[in-house]
């Protein structure tokens, strides 16, 4: 399938961030035709409720995708979740088992978050972690160009690729 249009497949995925103590885990939602990063969660367990509160908030924007892709983590295979996406009219996609490189846009996105970010900071709470990655991740959607983007943020490759609007039936 060519993805080469905003809002046309939306990409979910959690990973985890360590701190100075503990970790905390973060969700995100990111478009990947210009990869903006929709929005964002830091939580301290992985329930599917945080999942869904991340999709609502990017459902809250406008245009749907008519595909959402994740992996087959618990979260994203949780009731709650699918019929969060189903109520909307999404298909769902799932990678399948070891299948990294299907979801390889977040992935991506995990590691220059990492790299970028957290391996820069011990955090202390988890407020700081939540606070600094944020800041982060709306550095990284305004100010981070990409190769692949032709030198574009993510912010301005949302705006310039056409914006796939689906009708309702």
């Known amino acids: 399938m060519n993805i080469n249009q905003s809002n046309q497949v939306w990409a979910l995925d959690t990973t985890y961030i360590p701190m100075a103590r503990g970790f905390v885990y973060l969700t995100a939602v990111v478009d990947w035709a210009s990869r903006k990063v929709l929005a964002a969660r830091i939580a301290i367990t992985l329930e ?53 490189r299907d979801n390889i846009f977040v992935e991506r996105l995990w590691r220059t978050v990492k790299y970028e970010e957290v391996y820069l900071h011990a955090y202390d709470s988890v407020r700081e972690a939540r606070t600094s990655i944020m800041r982060y991740l709306d550095w990284y959607n305004r100010s981070r160009p990409h190769s692949r983007l032709n030198r574009q943020t993510p912010d301005e490759a949302y705006v310039t690729r056409p914006l796939a609007v689906r009708s309702a039936a």
């Open 48 to 100: 599917a409720c945080h999942a869904v509160a991340v999709l609502q908030e990017a459902f809250a924007r406008p245009g749907t995708p008519a595909i959402i892709n994740t992996d087959q983590g618990s979260q994203f295979t949780a009731d709650e979740f699918i019929r969060a996406v189903q109520g909307q009219g999404c298909r769902l996609s799932m990678d399948g088992r070891g299948a990294w």
